[in-house]
């Protein structure tokens, strides 16, 4: 199947906010630094949800949801627990599929293409996921990025050929300082935020064009947080990064977009400035200053 | 966990029990120990008396079992002159083959339950794997002697081969190609149920990592699953191999019960030529308790069995050790 | 570091397939020996089921067996019925309390950590013994002077041989299962459970009387039932230790007792016997005795499969 590659729009992104003296920019976390340094105003479409509801037997978890997933912004998925936000993830890479009684209705698509008509296998290379809980496989650190990789190769790759790309991938991950002097080390005695990036980097080593975290640092102490933040603000020039994410101050720390869902709805969807600044629906301004969570 | 200290009463009691418990753990221990003690101690004459040429091989072993036995009447001097070889060459043949053939065998089977069997076909397959795990060994015998035999007499084993080897041993049925499939279908499904507990016990998380990263059903579950549960591999062989070393009634039934040591140069016949492993020559024998000499050569093969089951434990264990290196609870 | 030039959008170039023809190959062949599995073991149970259909008959429920050349003079097979149930419900009686015992010790106790591991490794290898091993040993003791009130003696040689003897080795057989399945039930008990038995101040012993042992029934109850059906499905000890005699042969003439000392046969050596590879050689009672032997085999399993089903009905969450 020929491969178009996606048109490129100009978007217009917002300007980062000057400095102007005695007037601080309106936001609910004092403190917290937003929007980080881009390298590029670019952002290029990648995948559209288009009115998709995902039903559990009969209760509609995600309902009648739309929004464009693009590379070069973060989306941020916020809302309470159970409000659908997961599902609609796992809906992005097909995972619901292995629920039996799940359904689903709409569209979505990957760069111009439905995603139900591509090889679950094939789409999920492309659209690759990291999740709450860090699951390296019980292997060492050089093996967990090297079962990826040798998945790319049409033929097996020799173990040096190997070597020099997954130092590649570890190292794009911010990992290969910290475990290069033994890459033969278990992956499960790392500590539980270098097994997050662990995961991150085999994400990365399939060579996305979209990238799902599922609550990644929920479970990790602020350092290994701040540590992976400050990643994901790095990789969203190369994929599209969509995060869901129950701790506000996270999803106004890194995300250029936010979606804020609530019992299955979007609510509002729109640029984090404005949903955290002037939220236009009611109830994302409850949510987000707080009256509800 | 224990209780926090209380009063004295309390602590008596609890040490009276762990005490009772104890002597009955000690007691169980004692009695193992003797027996393992008892059985080499009457095993010893017959070692003593040929050394490493027990092992070995060299005349017809059916013939010195019955010099041994007639040489028990006390008027006589005991003979002991045995070489037990063939015994052990149809006990390595049948127990090995069947082993590896059951391994892979099992091992598709057991992924094939636990990942890829539609739910009807997953529900009537657990069961039924449970229940031929408990049919006991003399059933299969039973079975082997009126269906298997007869059918690999008659439709497998021709004239010529019959007539090629007549002058060494005579062909029927009763063979080691018998005992080797009806082992293997005796064997399968204690590893098959085995393996489909461990393969079920993997974290599902490592399942679905491997999925989401765009890796195919297949692979995720051979690479992850089976490499995860390689412990479990190791455990279920082990105990598979152990219950087809001893197993005495079923091959007593169907291997054919002449001491003969099948010959790998006879090509395609090697297969149905009859032999009789270690556990049954035993169970043929144990008439012949009464005469000393005859004991003291049972109780030696029953001691060649006792070892070899508790060297398959060790290596059960030495193997499944490297494997906690990574993590995979072994 | 200019803005102007997006970097180009980024697609997958065509990588490799995401199945393998080693995978399809691989997947194709799980399948097959699935149902190949299935076939074989279809094979199996229905041609049991009708033979034994075939010659299974009422009345061989109830009459003694004889030796005979034909299928009217050989009787039908009530002893060796009983002697099943008989064997099976000694050895059980046995193997039952001793391995509650280890394992609540092992589970509960387990002081010093050496004679845990020790004990542990040992009822491992105790699975792992072949059943004439241990008949052989059976001999041993029994045949001995100073255990000769358990069985026949007869000249001042102990026969050795008797339901006593049986079913004391036959407990050796079941010991590991009853172990091993108290020891499932009483680790799968959460901590809590025992820590708030513990903070209202009761004794270790009478936690584990009064909760822990009633909780993990089912798991004792299912292990217990499954170590009656390797009890009764084993030949090689009766064989050895029972005498295979066709009827009960009491020794002395104290009602119960004398049987109990005194030699049988039960339906595994039974079967064994009228095998055409054994001394009677009547297949058509062998195949009902089968029948039988695997009815009842059945019934345990299925009853062990309810009884553990309800059991995980009590999960604790």
Same mark, same amino acid.
């Given at each position: 199947?020929?491969?178009?590659?996606?048109?490129?729009?100009?978007?217009?992104?917002?300007?980062?906010?000057?400095?102007?003296?005695?007037?601080?920019?309106?936001?609910?976390?004092?403190?917290?630094?937003?929007?980080?340094?881009?390298?590029?105003?670019?952002?290029?479409?990648?995948?559209?949800?288009?009115?998709?509801?995902?039903?559990?037997?009969?209760?509609?978890?995600?309902?009648?949801?739309?929004?464009?997933?693009?590379?070069?912004?973060?989306?941020?998925?916020?809302?309470?627990?159970?409000?659908?936000?997961?599902?609609?993830?796992?809906?992005?890479?097909?995972?619901?599929?292995?629920?039996?009684?799940?359904?689903?209705?709409?569209?979505?698509?990957?760069?111009?293409?439905?995603?139900?008509?591509?090889?679950?296998?094939?789409?999920?290379?492309?659209?690759?996921?990291?999740?709450?809980?860090?699951?390296?496989?019980?292997?060492?650190?050089?093996?967990?990025?090297?079962?990826?990789?040798?998945?790319?190769?049409?033929?097996?790759?020799?173990?040096?050929?190997?070597?020099?790309?997954?130092?590649?991938?570890?190292?794009?991950?911010?990992?290969?300082?910290?475990?290069?002097?033994?890459?033969?080390?278990?992956?499960?005695?790392?500590?539980?935020?270098?097994?997050?990036?662990?995961?991150?980097?085999?994400?990365?080593?399939?060579?996305?064009?979209?990238?799902?975290?599922?609550?990644?640092?929920?479970?990790?102490?602020?350092?290994?947080?701040?540590?992976?933040?400050?990643?994901?603000?790095?990789?969203?020039?190369?994929?599209?990064?969509?995060?869901?994410?129950?701790?506000?101050?996270?999803?106004?720390?890194?995300?250029?977009?936010?979606?804020?869902?609530?019992?299955?709805?979007?609510?509002?969807?729109?640029?984090?400035?404005?949903?955290?600044?002037?939220?236009?629906?009611?109830?994302?301004?409850?949510?987000?200053? *707080?009256?509800?969570? | 966990?224990?209780?926090?200290?209380?009063?004295?009463?309390?602590?008596?009691?609890?040490?009276?029990?762990?005490?009772?418990?104890?002597?009955?753990?000690?007691?169980?221990?004692?009695?193992?120990?003797?027996?393992?003690?008892?059985?080499?101690?009457?095993?010893?004459?017959?070692?003593?008396?040929?050394?490493?040429?027990?092992?070995?091989?060299?005349?017809?072993?059916?013939?010195?079992?019955?010099?041994?036995?007639?040489?028990?009447?006390?008027?006589?001097?005991?003979?002991?002159?045995?070489?037990?070889?063939?015994?052990?060459?149809?006990?390595?043949?049948?127990?090995?083959?069947?082993?590896?053939?059951?391994?892979?065998?099992?091992?598709?089977?057991?992924?094939?339950?636990?990942?890829?069997?539609?739910?009807?076909?997953?529900?009537?397959?657990?069961?039924?794997?449970?229940?031929?795990?408990?049919?006991?060994?003399?059933?299969?015998?039973?079975?082997?002697?009126?269906?298997?035999?007869?059918?690999?007499?008659?439709?497998?084993?021709?004239?010529?081969?019959?007539?090629?080897?007549?002058?060494?041993?005579?062909?029927?049925?009763?063979?080691?190609?018998?005992?080797?499939?009806?082992?293997?279908?005796?064997?399968?499904?204690?590893?098959?149920?085995?393996?489909?507990?461990?393969?079920?016990?993997?974290?599902?998380?490592?399942?679905?990592?491997?999925?989401?990263?765009?890796?195919?059903?297949?692979?995720?579950?051979?690479?992850?699953?089976?490499?995860?549960?390689?412990?479990?591999?190791?455990?279920?062989?082990?105990?598979?191999?152990?219950?087809?070393?001893?197993?005495?009634?079923?091959?007593?039934?169907?291997?054919?019960?002449?001491?003969?040591?099948?010959?790998?140069?006879?090509?395609?016949?090697?297969?149905?030529?009859?032999?009789?492993?270690?556990?049954?020559?035993?169970?043929?024998?144990?008439?012949?308790?009464?005469?000393?000499?005859?004991?003291?050569?049972?109780?030696?093969?029953?001691?060649?069995?006792?070892?070899?089951?508790?060297?398959?434990?060790?290596?059960?264990?030495?193997?499944?050790?490297?494997?906690?290196?990574?993590?995979?609870?072994? | 570091?200019?803005?102007?030039?997006?970097?180009?959008?980024?697609?997958?170039?065509?990588?490799?397939?995401?199945?393998?023809?080693?995978?399809?190959?691989?997947?194709?062949?799980?399948?097959?020996?699935?149902?190949?599995?299935?076939?074989?073991?279809?094979?199996?149970?229905?041609?049991?089921?009708?033979?034994?259909?075939?010659?299974?008959?009422?009345?061989?429920?109830?009459?003694?067996?004889?030796?005979?050349?034909?299928?009217?003079?050989?009787?039908?097979?009530?002893?060796?019925?009983?002697?099943?149930?008989?064997?099976?419900?000694?050895?059980?009686?046995?193997?039952?309390?001793?391995?509650?015992?280890?394992?609540?010790?092992?589970?509960?106790?387990?002081?010093?950590?050496?004679?845990?591991?020790?004990?542990?490794?040992?009822?491992?290898?105790?699975?792992?013994?072949?059943?004439?091993?241990?008949?052989?040993?059976?001999?041993?003791?029994?045949?001995?002077?100073?255990?000769?009130?358990?069985? +026949?003696?007869?000249?001042?040689?102990?026969?050795?041989?008797?339901?006593?003897?049986?079913?004391?080795?036959?407990?050796?057989?079941?010991?590991?299962?009853?172990?091993?399945?108290?020891?499932?039930?009483?680790?799968?008990?959460?901590?809590?459970? +025992?820590?708030?038995?513990?903070?209202?101040?009761?004794?270790?012993?009478?936690?584990?009387?009064?909760?822990?042992?009633?909780?993990?029934?089912?798991?004792?109850?299912?292990?217990?039932?499954?170590?009656?059906?390797?009890?009764?499905?084993?030949?090689?000890?009766?064989?050895?230790?029972?005498?295979?005699?066709?009827?009960?042969?009491?020794?002395?003439?104290?009602?119960?007792?004398?049987?109990?000392?005194?030699?049988?046969?039960?339906?595994?050596?039974?079967?064994?016997?009228?095998?055409?590879? *054994?001394?009677?050689?009547?297949?058509?009672?062998?195949?009902?005795?089968?029948?039988?032997?695997?009815?009842?085999?059945?019934?345990?399993?299925?009853?062990?499969?309810?009884?553990?089903?309800?059991?995980?009905?009590?999960?604790?969450?």
């Amino acid at each position: 199947m020929e491969l178009k590659p996606p048109p490129v729009r100009r978007l217009p992104l917002d300007p980062p906010p000057t400095a102007v003296a005695g007037r601080a920019p309106a936001s609910p976390f004092t403190g917290a630094a937003h929007a980080r340094a881009r390298s590029s105003t670019f952002a290029i479409d990648r995948m559209q949800v288009d009115d998709v509801l995902v039903a559990y037997g009969q209760k509609p978890a995600v309902d009648h949801v739309s929004l464009p997933i693009r590379q070069g912004e973060v989306l941020a998925l916020i809302g309470p627990s159970g409000c659908g936000k997961t599902t609609l993830l796992r809906s992005l890479n097909r995972l619901t599929e292995l629920t039996t009684t799940a359904s689903q209705q709409g569209r979505i698509t990957l760069d111009g293409a439905d995603i139900a008509s591509l090889e679950p296998t094939a789409l999920r290379r492309r659209v690759t996921m990291v999740f709450q809980q860090p699951n390296p496989f019980p292997m060492s650190v050089f093996d967990n990025v090297a079962y990826v990789l040798r998945e790319q190769a049409a033929r097996r790759p020799k173990r040096a050929a190997l070597d020099a790309k997954v130092r590649e991938v570890l190292a794009h991950a911010g990992l290969l300082d910290e475990v290069e002097h033994d890459l033969r080390h278990p992956a499960l005695r790392l500590s539980g935020g270098q097994q997050q990036r662990l995961c991150i980097a085999r994400a990365l080593a399939a060579d996305p064009e979209v990238l799902l975290l599922d609550e990644p640092c929920s479970a990790l102490d602020p350092q290994s947080t701040q540590v992976i933040e400050d990643l994901i603000v790095k990789l969203r020039e190369e994929v599209a990064v969509v995060i869901v994410t129950h701790n506000l101050q996270q999803a106004y720390r890194i995300a250029d977009y936010v979606a804020f869902m609530y019992l299955g709805e979007l609510v509002e969807y729109g640029s984090a400035t404005q949903v955290f600044g002037s939220p236009r629906e009611e109830r994302t301004k409850e949510y987000v200053s *707080g009256a509800f969570g | 966990m224990h209780p926090p200290p209380a009063n004295a009463k309390r602590r008596d009691a609890d040490q009276r029990a762990a005490r009772m418990l104890g002597a009955l753990v000690a007691l169980v221990l004692v009695v193992m120990a003797a027996m393992v003690v008892f059985v080499f101690r009457e095993a010893w004459p017959s070692f003593s008396h040929n050394g490493l040429h027990w092992f070995g091989g060299g005349g017809d072993v059916d013939h010195q079992i019955q010099a041994i036995f007639t040489s028990g009447d006390l008027k006589q001097r005991p003979v002991y002159a045995f070489h037990a070889w063939p015994l052990l060459w149809s006990t390595l043949l049948i127990t090995g083959t069947a082993v590896v053939i059951a391994f892979v065998c099992s091992l598709f089977v057991a992924v094939f339950i636990v990942e890829f069997a539609p739910e009807w076909m997953r529900a009537v397959l657990e069961p039924v794997v449970r229940l031929l795990a408990s049919v006991p060994s003399v059933i299969f015998g039973l079975i082997g002697v009126l269906v298997v035999v007869p059918y690999i007499g008659n439709h497998i084993i021709s004239e010529h081969s019959k007539a090629s080897v007549a002058h060494i041993v005579s062909l029927s049925g009763y063979s080691m190609l018998a005992a080797i499939v009806i082992l293997t279908v005796m064997i399968a499904p204690i590893m098959i149920a085995v393996f489909v507990d461990g393969l079920r016990a993997v974290p599902r998380g490592w399942l679905e990592g491997s999925l989401a990263l765009g890796i195919n059903d297949w692979r995720t579950f051979w690479k992850i699953g089976v490499r995860t549960a390689r412990p479990v591999l190791v455990a279920g062989t082990v105990l598979a191999t152990a219950r087809a070393l001893g197993e005495a009634i079923m091959l007593s039934m169907v291997s054919g019960s002449v001491g003969f040591s099948p010959n790998p140069a006879d090509g395609l016949i090697f297969f149905v030529e009859p032999s009789r492993p270690l556990a049954a020559t035993i169970l043929k024998n144990t008439e012949e308790l009464t005469s000393p000499p005859m004991r003291h050569t049972l109780f030696a093969i029953a001691a060649v069995l006792l070892f070899s089951a508790a060297m398959l434990s060790l290596i059960g264990w030495a193997v499944k050790q490297p494997m906690k290196r990574y993590g995979v609870r072994a | 570091m200019s803005a102007s030039a997006a970097a180009a959008p980024k697609i997958r170039v065509a990588s490799s397939a995401t199945w393998r023809l080693r995978d399809r190959i691989g997947l194709g062949f799980a399948w097959l020996l699935g149902l190949l599995f299935c076939a074989i073991t279809a094979a199996i149970v229905i041609y049991l089921l009708v033979q034994g259909v075939k010659y299974v008959r009422p009345n061989l429920f109830v009459t003694h067996p004889a030796a005979g050349f034909d299928e009217q003079e050989t009787g039908g097979f009530l002893d060796p019925l009983i002697g099943t149930f008989l064997v099976g419900a000694m050895a059980m009686a046995i193997a039952f309390p001793v391995g509650l015992g280890i394992g609540v010790w092992l589970s509960e106790f387990g002081r010093p950590f050496a004679l845990a591991r020790l004990t542990e490794s040992t009822v491992e290898m105790i699975a792992g013994i072949p059943s004439i091993v241990l008949a052989l040993f059976g001999t041993l003791i029994f045949q001995s002077p100073a255990l000769g009130f358990l069985s +026949r003696s007869a000249g001042g040689v102990v026969f050795g041989r008797s339901f006593f003897a049986a079913a004391a080795m036959l407990s050796f057989v079941a010991l590991p299962l009853v172990v091993g399945s108290v020891r499932e039930g009483l680790q799968a008990i959460p901590g809590h459970v +025992r820590e708030a038995s513990y903070a209202v101040g009761k004794t270790k012993a009478a936690t584990t009387r009064r909760i822990l042992l009633p909780t993990a029934r089912p798991s004792i109850v299912t292990g217990a039932m499954l170590g009656f059906g390797r009890v009764i499905g084993d030949t090689a000890i009766i064989v050895v230790l029972l005498g295979a005699t066709l009827r009960f042969d009491g020794a002395g003439s104290t009602p119960l007792l004398g049987t109990l000392r005194g030699t049988g046969s039960t339906l595994t050596t039974y079967i064994l016997q009228n095998a055409p590879t *054994g001394e009677g050689n009547q297949p058509t009672k062998a195949y009902a005795a089968a029948f039988v032997l695997l009815m009842i085999v059945l019934a345990l399993n299925i009853g062990a499969g309810l009884v553990s089903r309800q059991g995980k009905a009590m999960r604790w969450s």
